[in-house]
């Protein structure tokens, strides 16, 4: 399970919903009636794509090389 399914479970198990928070709240004009409005969520599929762009970059920034405590680079020198 990666990332991405983990973050989507959990909104799902506890309810929780992602919106726009640039515009969160979008009016519904009605003929002849009380506007309505209704939340701007945002789909999950968006949210996943978000993380999965980011992890990516992130791993193209930090080869795959273990890093040590000397800055990376392995001490293959030898005393004596």
Known sequence: MNI???IENI???????LYD???PIQRLNLQG???LFKVNEVE???LKKEIENNTKEEEWKQPNSKSN????????????
Do not use: C, M
């Open 4 to 6: 991405t399914e983990i």
């Open 21 to 23: 928070k640039q515009t």
């Open 44 to 46: 999950y599929k968006y």
């Open 33 to 35: 009636e009380a506007p």
């Open 69 to 80: 405590s000397d800055g990376g680079q392995e001490n293959t020198s030898q005393i004596g």
């Open 11 to 17: 909104l799902r198990q506890q309810g929780w919903g």
